[in-house]
């Protein structure tokens, strides 16, 4: 990718992590469309909405080889929101976020993450109440808990933002396509600062590398040998 664009991407993304500290809690309606790119397993089979067990997650490459994303089949309906789309499938469970938390970027490495999603319930505090919900995102970095069912809004912790949502297309066959980005994007700042090992994690000459036509999900308890739960 040319300097002139990746010039513009860091332009986007500033102006859109400024609109997106406005507030910690809404979506950015902004979608930045990337290459339409068919999620498929290991095997080359592909990702559709009734392969994906309710209450589990999945890691997968967007928009870029060395950007981890969540897909998530959660066990409720997730109703489109504040310009976010809101869940895909026929029952609207099938979701997808940028796995980058929004406050120091921990994301999910193959030896370890402290980003996770949680089926079961876990505690956590908003606004000094104690609270106890399943299906939820939990960076145990520090502690920030963000709502998949909602855009991943922030219900708790240090970020001050939404995770990126991640837009699907479902096909006639139900399978998933993502096919571009809306809220904070960190893309560029996270493969400055991580970039010398993304390359070497993921086998990059360039780790700006895009995706292309397909990209590989993995079961997040398989992505990473360890997974961080607080
Ligand atoms: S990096 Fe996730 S809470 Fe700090």
């Given at each position: ?63 870029y080889v060395a ?30 976020f940028s796995a ?83 809220g904070r994007n ?45």
């Amino acid at each position: 990718m040319g300097v002139q664009r990746r010039e513009f991407n860091k332009l986007c993304g500033g102006l859109l992590a400024g609109a997106a500290s406005l507030s910690a809690s809404k979506s950015v309606a902004e979608t930045k469309q990337y290459t339409r790119s068919a999620l498929v397993y290991e095997d080359e089979s592909p990702v559709t909405v009734s392969s994906l067990v309710p209450g589990t997650s999945c890691i997968f490459s967007y928009p870029y080889v060395a950007t981890p994303c969540f897909v998530i089949r959660l066990r409720k309906s997730a109703v489109a929101a504040d310009g976010w789309q809101g869940g895909v499938g026929e029952d609207q469970s099938v979701v997808a976020f940028s796995a980058i938390c929004s406050h120091k970027m921990s994301h999910p490495a193959k030896p370890i993450s402290h980003i996770n999603f949680r089926d079961e319930k876990i505690n956590f505090y908003t606004q000094g109440k104690e609270q106890e919900l399943d299906q939820l995102i939990s960076c145990c970095s520090e502690k920030s808990v963000y709502d998949p069912a909602n855009g991943a809004a922030v219900l708790s912790g240090p970020a001050p933002a939404p995770l990126a949502s991640i837009s699907l297309e479902v096909n006639g066959d139900g399978q998933l396509y993502a096919v571009g980005s809306s809220g904070r994007n960190q893309y560029e700042r996270f493969m400055d600062k991580f970039g010398f090992r993304l390359a070497m994690e993921y086998g990059l000459s360039d780790v700006r590398t895009e995706v292309g036509e397909s990209t590989i999900a993995v079961l997040a308890e398989k992505f990473s040998s360890q997974q961080i739960r607080c």
